[in-house]
C-alpha cells in the first residue's frame, strides 16, 4: 500500500491542488488505477461499458499528469480513447457521442497556472462526495511506480474538427453573420475553437488572448472576475460589437459582456435566456445556485418556471439539473446547463443561443440588460477561519434571526422581506463566505447590522463589502 502524502487536494467535486506540493504524478498515477477500478466496479446497461474518454488543458503539468494517469487507468485494463489537449466541455460532448461509461479531464479550470487537478464522471451523474473520498482512499491500494503498459489506448484526433462541425450545423442560417463578436479565450483550451465557429457562421470576429499559452501570460484563466475582462470590455466598445464573450481555462465557463461595455454576469444573462431562447414551459423547472440573485428567481416564476435552490458546485448544479430535468441551470460562476443539450455546460454552445436570439431581434443586448430588474448583492465575502468556528457561526444562523425564514440547501440563508443573507463554508478552503442580497442599496447595510450584532467579529468585512456595492450604484 502507498499512502497519499497530501489529502488537501481532493475537494468535494473534484482534484485540484497546486503542482507538485499538492498534485504530482505519483498522485495521478494512483487516482488513474483508482478511477479505472471504479469504472469496473460500475455497471451500466445503457452506456458503452468499461471504456474512458480522457482530455486535458494545456498547463505545462498536465503532459506529465495525464501521462501517469493513464497508466494507472491502463492498468485497469480498462478501454481509454485519448482526446488529447481538449476543452473540458468538449470532453463531455465526447462522452455523450460516443455513449461512453467514463470521462475524465486533467485541469485545474479557472485556477492560475501552478495549479493542476482532475474532473471525473462515471456513468451518467457527476461524482458526489463520497464518491471522490472514495477514490482517495482507493487510490492508497494503487501502483506507486510506473511501470504498467499504456495499453488499450485510442485516440480520437479529429474529435475537435467533428464537434466544431456539429456546432457549426446548429446555428447555421440563424442570422449569426450578421453580428460583430468579440471572442476572448484568455490563453485556455478554447483558442482557436470559439473564435473559428463564429467566423464558419460568418460573424465579424475580433479574437483577443487566441492562443493557448499554459501559463495565461496574456489573461487570467478566471472569466468570473471582473477585473480579467478589462480588454474585452475596451474591445467590444472600440470595435463597436453586438457582444463580448469570455471563457476560462478549460472552456467550459461563460461571461458576457454587452454592446455598452457592461459585463452581465451569470444571473442577468440567466434572466435574459429565460426571457429570450430559453423561454420556460408551463412547470419548467430553473435549477438556481444558492448565492444567485432573487431577481432571477422572480424572473423564472414570472415565466411560469419553477426555480429550486441548489448548492454551489458544479457536481450538485448538473445532478439536479438532470434529475430534475431542468430546462437550464445556473451557477455564478459562469457554467451554464442546459436540457437542450442533455444538461451539459457548454460555454460556446450557450454563447451561439444567445447570439443567434439576438440577430433576430431589433433590440441590442444592451437594450435588453436595460430591462432586467437591478440586482443590489455583495460579492462573496471569504475570510479564513478554523473549522470550528465556522461550525459555531452556521449552527447560531440556523436558529434564525428576528423576522427572519430559514433555508439549510448550502449552510443557512435566511430571509426577509427586504433581502437575505448566506453563511456557508467554502469547498474549496478553510473559509467561511457570506453574501447578502436587498431589495434596495439601504437593505444591505440594514442586514449586514443584523449579522454585526450577532458577531461583531464578522462587521468590519461586512460593512467594507455593503460599502462597496453603495458607492457602485
Known sequence: MSVIKNRTAFKECDIRGKYPDEVDEALFRQVGFAFGRQVRQRSTEHLLKDTVVVGGDHRLS????????????????VKIIDLGVIPTSVVYWAKSKRHVQASAAVTASHNPAEFNGLKIMNGDRPPTPEE?????????????????????????????????DEIVATFTSRGIESLAIVVDPGNGCQAGIASEVYTQLGAR??????????????????????????????AVRRTRADLGIAFDGDGDRLAVVDNRGRILGSERLGMILLRGPLRPQARDFIILDIKCSMQLERTAAELDGRPLRCRSGHAYMKKMVLDRQACMGVELSGHIFLQAIEGRDDPLYTSLLLSAYLAGQSSTLA???????????????????????????????????????????????LLWEEGWLLVRRSITEPKITLRIEGERPQDLRTISQRLATVFPELQGAMEAAVAQVLCSV
Not at 499504456?150 to 479529429?158: S, V, Y
Not at 487566441?210 to 470590455?233: K, N, Q, S, Y
Not at 430591462?371 to 475570510?383: A, E, K, N, S
Open 132 to 164: 471522490i473520498l472514495s477514490l482517495a482512499n482507493s487510490a492508497e491500494d494503487g501502483p506507486a511506480e510506473a511501470g504498467a503498459e499504456l495499453h488499450r489506448i485510442g485516440e480520437w484526433a479529429d474529435v475537435i474538427d467533428e464537434y466544431q
Open 62 to 77: 498536465t503532459p506529465a499528469l495525464k501521462s501517469n494517469f493513464l497508466a494507472g487507468l491502463s492498468a485497469t485494463g
Open 367 to 413: 437594450d435588453w440588460v436595460d430591462q432586467l430588474p437591478q440586482i443590489y448583492m455583495t460579492p462573496d465575502v471569504r475570510l479564513p477561519m478554523a473549522s470550528d468556528k465556522i461550525d459555531r457561526i452556521i449552527d447560531v444562523c440556523r436558529q434564525g434571526f428576528a423576522g427572519s425564514q430559514i433555508e439549510t440547501v448550502d449552510g443557512v440563508r
Open 205 to 234: 470576429v475580433t479574437a483577443l488572448h487566441d492562443r493557448r499559452d499554459g501559463l495565461f501570460r496574456e489573461r487570467h484563466p478566471d472569466c468570473a472576475i471582473p477585473e480579467h475582462l478589462a480588454a474585452l470590455v475596451t
